[in-house]
């Protein structure tokens, strides 16, 4: 069964840290690009950041720029999201995305997400 599970998520003060993990299990990850996206309460889902199968990054939100960074672990299944100097509107769902091909088929796969919340 393919599952992506979100782990690390939880309150914290502004101008804290987080790490967030995700961690396949069901398929290979290593052969997937892994993305990180966020939903806020009535707002659309948010593309954050996103890193290829050989471990290039992309940043695709100007928001966050700076502040987090995304790795992987290919041998632990495992793709992480550093948050730091974290905001208050940093404050949503964290949610992780395994997009890749299976044959011919793009396939997406998606966790159930992380709350995260900043506040004081």
């Known amino acids: 069964q393919v599952r992506l599970v979100e782990s690390g998520g939880g309150l914290v003060q502004p101008g804290g840290s987080l790490r967030l993990s995700c961690t396949a299990s069901?398929?290979?990850?290593?052969?997937?690009?892994m993305n990180w996206y966020r939903q806020a309460p009535g707002k659309e889902r948010e593309l954050l950041l996103g890193?290829?199968?050989?471990?290039?990054?992309?940043n695709y939100a100007d928001s966050v720029k700076g502040r987090f960074t995304i790795s992987r672990d290919n041998a632990k299944n495992t793709v992480y999201l550093q948050m730091n100097s974290l905001k208050p509107e940093d404050t949503a769902v964290y949610v992780c995305?395994?997009?890749?091909?299976?044959?011919?088929?793009?396939?997406?796969?998606w966790g159930q997400g992380t709350q995260v919340t900043v506040s004081s």
């Open positions: 995305n395994a997009e890749g091909w299976v044959g011919t088929d793009l396939v997406n796969y």
């Open positions: 069901g398929f290979t990850l290593s052969s997937y690009r």
């Open positions: 890193i290829t199968n050989a471990g290039g990054s992309t």
